[in-house]
């Protein structure tokens, strides 16, 4: 019995591994039938795709091709053909503008070296190979044609003149629209889509040499004169702010960035800024001064809680007062130095405020800056913002500071 249900076995695995051989044969046989027949009609076996879900349904049938068969796939196997071809013709453009990019980045690296204008907006290399004259020089008789130094320098001047027209009238444009609360503009989207001509910005783009026309590029500040970068946008209240300051110093808010002087001052005393400074510093210095108190103000505890009833939050950067807070120096004038703050508080670096740390609500403490760097810092903070002299007790250690009051002991 035991040998009976053995052979019984070897005999319905030998019959399964015929059936599967056949089936093979079978399918082998239809798709050398097929690739026959096409071969006959012109087709080359390179035209076949290798990878194609259709095309192996189509020919890996065991079903043997009758003429009603072939007539029912031949116009599906020639689609497909058709698609295929495509395909590598556009996968062999691809690499080939691929090989353009690279020649013109070579190119125009090159070009970069020889710019001496500061003044001229330029494109990173993404947003050059977009350009309607770089575009149409890569892809000249299906980007067949290598990018030479003679071929680039052919347009690339006018490249660089239509980038200019497009992104200062896209930075003008940018100014006169509200401002978000992060950089909101992409050079990438909308390209193209803007309807306003150079013609209709050249009487807008004069405002982009105003001393009040400052973008934040990349988390850094910086003029539109300056060399481009991938993401610009317009910090919130940062025209405002800036038209303020220009107005404290007895200059007009369309003055150019190139006019104003350069020894300005804030009188703020604080420790890193008590030296003349660019106007831009100048600006961003007092802009985050202002956004501190703000944030402070609009995140604190109920004003009625005993805690906050005699702590003090002072706007030394006020905006809306009219003494000013900074001072334009003359050609003939010296800025005094500075009184040196002085302290005899023993703390170490990076140190919290209590009275802020009271003050503001748990949930928004991640969004305001508390943390100051040195006890110079700190001190200089307590007297300007809560106008208190600070004690020891008045600073809460932050959990960097462990490590500083380790050192010091």
Not at 1 to 7: P, R, T, V
Not at 137 to 153: D, G, H, N, Q
Not at 402 to 408: M, S, V
Request: charged share 30%; net charge negative; glycine share 2%.
């Amino acid at each position: 019995m035991l040998q009976h249900g053995k052979a019984v076995h070897e005999w319905e695995e030998r019959m399964r591994r015929e059936q599967y051989d056949e089936g093979v044969r079978a399918q082998n046989k239809r798709k050398a039938s097929i690739e026959q027949k096409l071969l006959e009609m012109g087709y080359q076996i390179s035209d076949f795709p290798k990878w194609s879900y259709d095309w192996s349904r189509l020919l890996g049938q065991p079903r043997e091709l009758t003429p009603r068969i072939w007539k029912q796939i031949q116009p599906k196997l020639l689609l497909i053909i058709a698609c295929e071809k495509q395909r590598k013709l556009a996968h062999a453009l691809r690499t080939r503008m691929d090989m353009r990019k690279a020649e013109v980045k070579q190119q125009y690296q090159l070009y970069l070296k020889d710019v001496l204008d500061d003044k001229l907006l330029l494109p990173n290399i993404w947003e050059l190979v977009i350009l309607p004259e770089v575009k149409a020089l890569m892809s000249e008789e299906e980007a067949t044609i290598e990018v030479t130094r003679e071929r680039f320098m052919g347009v690339v001047s006018q490249a660089v003149d239509t980038f200019n027209l497009e992104e200062r009238a896209r930075l003008v444009k940018m100014l006169q629209e509200p401002a978000l609360r992060i950089p909101d503009y992409n050079p990438y989207e909308g390209r193209g889509k803007d309807t306003t001509t150079p013609m209709d910005a050249e009487g807008d783009v004069e405002k982009l040499n105003h001393a009040t026309s400052i973008f934040s590029c990349s988390r850094r500040k910086f003029h539109p004169d300056a060399p481009r970068r991938p993401v610009v946008g317009v910090l919130e209240n940062i025209v405002d702010t800036a038209s303020v300051v220009l107005k404290m110093l007895g200059l007009s808010s369309h003055t150019a960035h190139t006019e104003v002087p350069k020894k300005v001052v804030c009188l703020c005393g604080r420790p890193d800024f008590q030296q003349p400074a660019e106007f831009l510093e100048l600006v961003v210095h007092i802009k985050e001064e202002v956004r501190w108190y703000k944030q402070t103000m609009s995140n604190r505890r109920n004003p009625s809680e005993p805690t906050d009833q005699e702590i003090t939050i002072h706007n030394d950067h006020d905006l809306s007062i009219e003494n000013p807070f900074v001072k334009l120096l003359l050609d003939d004038e010296t800025l005094l130095p500075p009184d040196s703050i002085t302290h005899n508080l023993d703390l170490p670096n990076c140190i919290e405020c209590r009275f802020c740390v009271q003050l503001i609500t748990p949930h928004s403490r991640s969004s305001i800056s508390l943390v100051h760097q040195t006890a110079t810092d700190f001190v200089h903070h307590v007297r300007t913002k809560h106008q208190v002299e600070p004690t020891n007790e008045d600073a809460s250690y932050s959990h960097n500071s462990a490590a500083t009051l380790d050192d010091k002991q």
